[in-house]
């Protein structure tokens, strides 16, 4: 099958790790799958109006297209358009012509599916990443922009979104059409279980954003604080996308620097030696669908401490980890010490089973490449 992937959400020179579980989704596909993925993103130094790039990756081709940012504002959303048909007839020419759309969260490209459908009737499928349908966003998605995105996922033929929290979100906001859930894959040759560190102290992890509105970092910061007036046996080891300067003021001001310690950016392999390295995830976010960082967690055999947000609920038992509610810290400092004293009795190789079970990458590729059969012969 020809597929064609429009994700929303991509990696760019700028933003590494900005839609990866996107790219990580489509390098599942089986190889019965011709996938060639098409994203347009801005080239301030280009000397001519665009460029276009073909990357050959493991199991896809990356057509880019580098545009010159226009200098009126108000022609960049018609530029926009423009190179994603100039981007498809490249394809065409040079590829295939596609049995199948594959829209990758449904802004803002939502448009661009839903014009080729009704041009050339090419069928779309939507895979719905996003926290905007979430209760805590209701205020963000509202007018054109909610107008826009319902019209797009009511004329896929499939939604395929990762949780199925997240599928009763878009129903609530008046989305009425097929769903399959399909969780986030991971790459379970990557993240492996190893052994925690046996040094003193054990070790918690915790890897996001920090975009505290969301993660509520600085929650877990306070937590901390109070769980080393009680107990000096731990670290917890931070990886982050991004600066974490009033963090690190925190941490220096309550003399945190022997416990608390910040890594910044990490590479996969790094993240995944850091998993391997750790006795448990920490996360304390206000609001999430379905965090990557717990299916890798559960990949490397270790339990995860989550607040019970979003589709988590759905992967964390008790022999995975611990539920705690959104925004309590009480609950979070009991949690942490209660880890501390018995991370070391779960069964890793259970947990890391569960996850070769529903989340390794085959299992994930095989799931959507049924799905794409079945419209196929619709």
């Given at each position: 099958?020809?597929?064609?992937?429009?994700?929303?959400?991509?990696?760019t020179?700028?933003?590494?790790?900005?839609?990866?579980?996107?790219?990580?989704?489509?390098d599942?596909?089986?190889?019965?799958?011709?996938?060639?993925?098409?994203?347009v993103c801005?080239?301030r130094?280009?000397?001519?109006?665009?460029?276009?790039h073909?990357?050959?990756?493991t199991n896809?081709?990356?057509?880019?297209?580098?545009?010159?940012?226009?200098?009126?504002?108000a022609?960049?959303?018609?530029?926009?358009?423009?190179?994603?048909?100039?981007?498809?007839d490249?394809?065409?020419?040079h590829f295939?012509?596609?049995?199948?759309?594959?829209?990758?969260?449904?802004?803002?490209?939502?448009k661009?599916?839903?014009?080729?459908?009704?041009?050339?009737g090419?069928p779309y499928i939507?895979?719905?990443?996003?926290?905007?349908?979430?209760?805590?966003?209701?205020?963000?998605l509202?007018?054109?922009?909610?107008?826009?995105i319902?019209?797009?996922?009511?004329?896929?033929?499939l939604?395929?979104?990762?949780?199925?929290?997240?599928?009763?979100?878009?129903?609530g906001?008046?989305?009425?059409?097929?769903?399959?859930?399909?969780?986030?894959?991971?790459?379970?040759?990557?993240?492996?279980?190893?052994?925690?560190?046996?040094?003193a102290?054990?070790?918690?992890?915790?890897?996001?954003?920090?975009?505290?509105?969301?993660?509520?970092?600085?929650?877990?910061?306070?937590?901390?604080e109070?769980?080393?007036?009680?107990?000096?046996?731990?670290?917890?080891?931070?990886?982050?996308?991004?600066d974490?300067?009033?963090f690190?003021?925190?941490?220096?001001?309550?003399?945190l620097?022997?416990?608390?310690?910040f890594?910044?950016?990490?590479?996969?392999a790094?993240?995944?030696?850091?998993?391997?390295?750790?006795?448990f995830l920490?996360?304390?976010?206000?609001?999430?669908?379905?965090?990557?960082?717990?299916?890798?967690?559960?990949?490397?055999?270790?339990?995860?401490?989550?607040?019970?947000v979003?589709?988590i609920?759905?992967?964390?038992?008790p022999?995975?980890?611990?539920?705690?509610?959104?925004?309590?810290e009480?609950?979070?400092?009991q949690?942490?010490?209660?880890?501390?004293?018995?991370c070391?009795?779960?069964?890793?190789?259970?947990?890391?089973?569960?996850a070769?079970?529903?989340f390794a990458?085959?299992?994930?590729g095989?799931q959507?490449?049924?799905?794409?059969?079945?419209?196929?012969i619709?």
């Open positions: 099958m020809n597929i064609l992937h429009l994700p929303s959400w991509f990696p020179p700028d933003d590494p790790t900005l839609g990866n579980f996107c790219i990580r989704m489509i599942a596909l089986p190889q019965e799958c011709n996938s060639v993925i098409l994203s801005n080239g130094e280009l000397t001519r109006p665009f460029e276009v073909e990357i050959h990756g896809h081709i990356h057509v880019q297209i580098v545009v010159r940012p226009p200098k009126i504002h022609l960049r959303k018609l530029q926009l358009l423009r190179m994603y048909q100039y981007g498809l490249y394809i065409k020419k295939f012509t596609p049995d199948l759309i594959h829209l990758h969260v449904a802004h803002p490209l939502g661009v599916a839903l014009l080729w459908h009704k041009r050339y090419y939507l895979t719905e990443h996003w926290t905007i349908y979430q209760p805590q966003n209701k205020d963000i509202v007018g054109k922009l909610k107008k826009g319902i019209r797009t996922a009511n004329h896929a033929s939604i395929m979104p990762v949780s199925l929290d997240l599928q009763h979100c878009m129903e906001h008046g989305v009425q059409n097929r769903f399959k859930v399909v969780y986030n894959s991971v790459d379970t040759n990557l993240f492996l279980p190893g052994r925690p560190l046996q040094a102290r054990k070790r918690m992890l915790h890897i996001s954003t920090l975009r505290d509105e969301a993660k509520n970092f600085s929650g877990i910061l306070r937590t901390v109070r769980l080393r007036q009680q107990r000096d046996d731990f670290e917890l080891h931070v990886i982050h996308d991004y974490a300067a009033g690190k003021d925190f941490v220096q001001a309550h003399h620097e022997d416990c608390v310690f890594h910044g950016k990490k590479a996969s790094e993240v995944a030696q850091a998993y391997r390295e750790s006795d920490v996360l304390f976010s206000n609001f999430e669908n379905l965090p990557c960082v717990i299916t890798e967690a559960f990949a490397s055999g270790i339990p995860v401490l989550s607040t019970a979003g589709g609920p759905e992967i964390i038992t022999e995975r980890g611990i539920l705690i509610p959104a925004g309590d009480e609950a979070l400092l949690g942490m010490s209660g880890l501390l004293d018995h070391r009795e779960y069964d890793r190789d259970a947990i890391r089973n569960y070769l079970r529903t990458a085959p299992e994930i095989r959507i490449f049924e799905e794409y059969k079945k419209i196929a619709e």
